[in-house]
């Protein structure tokens, strides 16, 4: 069961429900979807899922389709840091079809006016793969800018690949807003 916590045109983020577990680990086991988020070299069971979720704390939500109430996916904030007001910003669209159709752009804008405006961040950065050309656009559609490549420092399929650092202040995403 979802409930529509913060209600965009085409998501609302809902606290994520351990009832979605199954679908969770479905999805971070598809090597295809796993390999974006640093999840493609684990394994996870439902019982190690549903425990993560019954854990999790309120700045993980789960992205949700406003038409069909079908779960696509997971945004969150990690490494929160109240005193100097920042945190990393974690996303993934789990549904493949709802991939490149702007209902993770839409998700990031809604945690973002959150994140800025009611827990009172003040820069949010995150981490993306030089092969996620995908993310990035979306990331800098959101007004992300880069700040900073890791050359390198990401081994997968026998390759390296950088890992690029983005992030994004709150008076800049009210400015755009």
């Known amino acids: 069961m979802h409930f529509k916590k913060i209600v965009g045109k085409k998501v609302y983020l809902s606290p994520r429900s351990v009832e979605d577990a199954l679908k969770y680990t479905e999805w971070l086991n598809n090597y295809e979807i796993a390999k974006y988020i640093q999840y493609h070299t684990k394994i996870l069971g439902v019982e190690g899922e549903q425990e993560y979720l019954t854990k999790a704390d309120g700045y993980n939500l789960a992205i949700v389709d406003l038409e069909t109430d079908e779960l696509i996916g997971s945004i969150g904030l990690h490494h929160v840091n109240v005193i100097d007001r920042t945190a990393e910003l974690g996303i993934f669209i789990g549904d493949e079809d709802h991939l490149s159709h702007g209902y993770g752009s839409e998700a990031i804008m809604l ?28 990331y800098e559609k959101c007004g992300f800018k880069t700040f900073g490549v890791w050359k390198n420092s990401h081994y997968a399929e026998g390759e390296y690949a950088d890992i690029i650092y983005m992030n994004i202040m709150k008076d800049e995403f009210n400015k755009q807003k």
């Not at 030089?130 to 656009?137: D, I, V």
């Open 111 to 138: 945690f973002l006016d959150y994140a800025f405006n009611f827990l009172n961040l003040n820069n949010i950065m995150l981490k993306t793969y030089s092969f996620n050309k995908r993310a990035q656009k979306a």
